[in-house]
């Protein structure tokens, strides 16, 4: 009796955590170290990132310090009538002593252009596009990244199929205090994240604190990946917002204070209050750590958060909550105070982009009805904003060589909806 009860729940539990069928979840995969082959003075791990109206920042790093920090930019490959220059850090990490971390603004730009570039007076041209002046605007969508082999197959996957601007929910290299990890990250992802902005948050693998001699954290994090906070009036790197095309998104920190006394507190107040819906009418948030789980893995971990910040964002009418930390794709229905509330957010999880830890396989059972689709895959998210009212959500798992849609939904703003105003 003992051994059927037992295979019983082993049924139930592969059916919970097998939401589709047919498809074989492949295991973890080997880590990705990717080694500079370019020279000292050359820039390595080069990135952009939105930096406010019609402006983007430059960011890589060079081994040589004496680099100057600047970039010379154009429309036509090879000729470059404007230049900027900006700033660079360097930090140590016990042993570790970082190359020097250039970051440039360069602007204003013209909208949906193809722009070509340099840094620091050496290496390879570098391109990217600036998003459109209006709709549609597409995300691309994926969290907790890592450098593994899986993260290499959601890159080319994301990188297969155009976007404006990826968005991140924390968790970017891993590292885990292995500071040439976090060169590595950068220029695994430089083909990308050169090409397009790419507009992150932290995640608890991006805190490296050590008592006494590093209390505060992302001493890598806030050096390597400068957010436009200043330009959203925040006081931290660790929150912030932006508006592009027709869409405001609020970064927020789970990892930094969120009470009603908080810096972030008052700032995020401050910045849902400035939102204006007929300029903005969708409303997104990035948070790391879920404030809705089904998940076994990180359970109850964003709770003192959503009691904090839940009611503003409700009010607010925020659109999506997305979130990663949890090593698996689930979708909620829109739910505030964990009850269907039809002009509350959709909560999506999307911390599958393929770290090193592997997936999260186990959800509890049953799946609660806020709950509506959930799968522990690989894979990464596309947000489509159509136009003021109208958006495209879809999840594409990584399938080897294919991407593959396994869930999709279609949104309506809240902006729109006439009981939520
Ligand atoms: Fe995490």
């Known amino acids: 009796m003992e051994l059927f009860s037992s295979r019983i729940f082993f049924f139930i539990l592969f059916i919970a955590t097998s939401c589709s069928s047919e498809y074989t979840r492949p295991g973890p995969r080997h880590l990705v170290f990717r080694k500079n082959d370019r020279s000292d003075s050359e820039p390595q791990q080069v990135h952009i990132s939105l930096a406010g109206q019609d402006h983007i920042r430059v960011s890589w790093v060079t081994s040589d310090k004496n680099v100057q920090s600047i970039v010379e930019y154009g429309k036509t490959s090879g000729k470059y009538d404007a230049s900027a220059t900006g700033e660079s850090i360097s930090y140590r990490y016990l042993f570790y002593k970082s190359g020097e971390n250039h970051h440039v603004k360069i602007g204003p730009l013209e909208s949906n252009t193809t722009y070509y570039y340099k840094c620091g007076g050496s290496g390879p041209e570098f391109s990217f596009r600036t998003p459109p002046v209006a709709f549609p605007i597409e995300f691309a969508v994926a969290g907790d990244l890592g450098q593994t082999e899986w993260t290499q197959s959601t890159l080319t996957h994301i990188g297969s199929m155009d976007y404006d601007v990826l968005l991140l929910p924390g968790d970017l290299s891993y590292a885990d205090f292995q500071q040439p990890l976090w060169d590595s990250f950068g220029r695994l992802v430089e083909p990308y994240a050169s090409a397009r902005p790419w507009m992150v948050t932290e995640g608890n693998h991006d805190i490296e604190k050590m008592p006494i001699i590093y209390p505060h954290g992302f001493k890598a994090y806030n050096a390597r990946w400068p957010m436009p906070y200043q330009e959203s009036g925040s006081a931290s ?33 401050n910045d849902l209050a400035s939102i204006d819906r007929a300029k903005t009418p969708w409303v997104f948030a990035l948070i790391h750590a879920p404030w809705y789980n089904t998940n076994l893995a990180h359970r109850g971990e964003g709770e003192n958060m959503r ?12 659109d999506v909550v997305f979130t990663g930390h949890v090593h698996a794709y689930e979708r909620f229905t829109r739910v505030y105070d964990n009850n269907v509330d039809h002009c509350a957010p959709i909560h999506v999880t999307i911390g599958d982009g393929g770290n ?3 997936l999260a396989r186990m959800f509890n059972i049953p799946s609660p009805s806020i709950s509506l689709y959930r799968e522990p895959s690989f894979g990464h998210g596309r947000l489509r904003v159509f136009n003021s009212t109208h958006a495209h959500w879809s999840w594409h798992r990584n399938n080897d060589n294919d991407t593959v849609i396994a869930d999709e939904i279609w949104l309506k703003s809240l902006s729109s909806t006439t009981m939520c105003k």
Do not use: C, P
Request: charged share 20%; no cysteine.
């Open 307 to 318: 009691q904090a910040l839940e009611q503003i964002l409700y009010k607010a009418r925020v």
């Open 356 to 358: 090193k830890e592997g």
């Open 237 to 269: 790197n660790l929150y912030y917002s932006f508006d592009v095309v027709g869409v405001h998104i609020i970064m927020l920190g789970s990892y930094t204070d969120f009470d009603a006394n908080s810096d972030q507190y008052k700032w995020l107040q």
